[in-house]
């Protein structure tokens, strides 16, 4: 599989603060990718410099072997990409499905002057993307909530709303921060159940996740970052076992001490 | 015509007339306040067309039709040229930037005498915009921006409005979409100060200044942005209240601070609160 996004030396400096430092990783294409670590490590800093937030101090991205270190966001959003937030951005005051008919901008193609005039072709478009956007919202489970005013959503249904506006503008690369935070043992059960369904759209995943069975359970292969370094990359289970990971979530005497259990 | 109607306009028709130019005044905000902007160099866009317009009347004795597009491209092709600089500010800081340039043009209005009449500004143009101009223009304005509200671009300028981050990373090209709005709110205000120069026959370099442009803010904050419509009805309420209130008129500006200041706290969404259907 080749690598869908590859980042090489990313590094990001806020002042003393080296909060990326020097990370290289690969996303391969059709897989489910994690990124985990403590807390301050890292992970949406690495994430806002991928979606175009940041721009990086140094280092490089590319997505699909084009360098888009400097394309500011909707630039990264028409080459296919797309992201969700860890503390969800909806726009509140905009039905479930305009929200959703808004994560379609870079693919409508209609010019202004046609909606101006009303024209048929304006209208088959409209029509077509209001037709997708209710069947994403099908997908996602909001359908019956699609002329509701999306500030009124439920905490877990807005986390999905934002997942079928993310997958509106048809990413190949799909950035989820955080997608199970603050949900319920359900909630998450059922978002798994969703995100899985995503391989067959073709979309490859990279998610920042704390839920660890939830990570564990999802993605094919995770890089670990701890104060702006990566220090493991893995498949699941290597990660489970890898000395430094437990050290860095556990503090080293722990690990030490789980290293003597195991041993003895 | 019935005689009652004659006698009506004959009585009001300044009034009338100012009514319809303060709505495209509003329309012009509306326009930029629509993906969240603030920008008080409304009332500068107005004095270049309402100066653009009166110049071309007056010194080149150009016709009407042909005056009249002029006077919106020459504040577009300045909305163009400080676009660039201005909008990488943001909230009161485009407000302070876009303040200098009122200031700016007025004193080149006042020290440009022999051009612009100084501070004694520019009389005797003829009345040419007529009613039908005035109301026909604001018709079809409205009708616009309610057709391009309910499309992909208003669902985008809302998305602006309501959170611009998320909306860049949507893909809403940010930088265009800005600029874009401000330049044809600049347009839309000096089309209103071309019409407003046609009509009152006479104007001003102080006419175009802070008040003036706060006033204009006013209109859209009273009135709401969430229809196009809205800021239009919020004109016609502050245009037409002075004229009701008149042993109040002295006090307008008050007024227009006070509305502010209660519109904010008590209707934060104006009087016409509602919101388009931006989905088919």
């Known amino acids: 599989m080749s690598a869908l996004l590859s980042a090489r030396g990313l590094t990001m400096q806020f002042r ?10 690969d996303v391969a294409a059709g897989s489910v990718h994690g990124i985990i670590g403590p807390n301050g490590a890292g992970k949406t800093t690495f994430f806002n410099l991928i979606s175009g937030l940041l721009r990086p101090t140094s280092g490089s991205l590319t997505l699909d072997g084009q360098d888009v270190t400097a394309l500011p966001p ?3 959003t028409r080459m296919g990409l797309a992201r969700t937030f860890q503390n969800i951005r909806m726009f509140s005051d905009m039905s479930v499905l305009e929200n959703v008919m808004t994560g379609m901008h870079t693919r409508l193609k209609a010019p202004g ?18 037709a997708q956007a209710m ?10 909530k699609a002329d509701g005013r999306s500030g009124s959503l439920a905490y877990g249904e ?10 509106a503008s048809r990413p190949r690369l799909l950035l989820l921060d955080e997608p199970a935070a603050g949900m319920n043992p359900a909630e998450t059960r059922e978002l798994a159940v969703l995100l899985k369904q995503l391989g067959q759209r073709d979309v490859t995943l990279l998610l920042v996740e704390h839920d660890m069975g939830f990570v564990m359970d999802l993605c094919d292969r995770i890089t670990v970052l701890n104060f702006g370094r990566k220090i493991a990359e893995g498949g699941p289970r290597d990660i489970r076992n890898d000395s430094s990971v437990i050290e860095a979530y556990l503090g080293s005497k722990v690990a030490e001490r789980l290293a003597k259990a195991h041993g003895a | 015509m019935a005689e009652w109607l004659d006698d009506f306009l004959f009585t009001y028709e300044n009034l009338i007339h100012a009514l319809g130019i303060h709505g ?5 905000m509306y326009c930029v306040m629509a993906l969240g902007q603030l920008s008080l160099g409304q009332a500068a866009f107005m004095g270049l067309g309402a100066y653009t317009g009166a110049l071309l009347t007056l010194k080149l004795g150009l016709p009407f039709w042909l005056v009249l597009p002029i006077s919106a491209l020459v504040p577009a092709l300045v909305a163009l040229v400080i676009g660039g600089p201005t909008l990488r500010l943001n909230g009161v800081y485009l407000a302070i930037s876009t303040i200098a340039l009122g200031e700016v043009l007025r004193v080149l209005y006042i020290n440009a005498e022999s051009l612009t009449g100084g ?28 057709a391009i509200g309910r499309s992909r671009i208003g669902r985008a300028m809302e998305a602006m409005r309501e959170d611009e981050m998320a909306a860049g990373v949507m893909g809403v090209n940010l930088p265009l979409y800005k600029l874009g709005a401000l330049i044809a709110s600049a347009m839309l205000a000096g089309l209103a100060g071309s019409l407003a120069a046609h009509s009152n026959s006479f104007i001003g370099p102080n006419e175009y200044g802070f008040e003036a442009a706060v006033t204009i803010l006013s209109f859209a904050l009273l009135g709401g942005i969430g229809t196009p419509i809205a800021p239009v009805i919020g004109a016609f309420v502050l245009t037409a209240l002075p004229e009701l209130l008149r042993p109040l008129a002295d006090f307008r500006l008050v007024f ?25």
């Open chain 2, 256 to 280: 227009n601070g006070l509305i502010i200041v209660l519109a904010v706290l008590f209707l934060p969404r104006g009087i016409v609160p509602f919101r388009l259907r931006r989905a088919p």
């Open chain 1, 158 to 167: 807005q986390r999905r709303l934002e997942i079928a506006r993310a997958l």
């Open chain 2, 119 to 146: 501070a004694l500004g520019l009389s005797g143009i003829p009345q040419k915009a007529s009613l039908w101009l005035v109301y026909g223009l604001l018709a079809v304005c409205i009708a616009g921006f309610w």
């Open chain 1, 74 to 76: 909707y630039a990264r």
């Open chain 1, 113 to 130: 002057w046609s909606a101006l005039l009303r024209l048929p072709g304006f209208r088959a478009e409209e029509r077509e993307a209001r």
């Open chain 1, 135 to 144: 069947e994403l919202l099908e997908f996602v489970g909001l359908a019956d």
């Open chain 2, 24 to 28: 495209l005044l509003a329309l012009s």
């Open chain 1, 16 to 25: 003393g603060l080296l909060a990326v430092n020097a990370v290289d990783v």
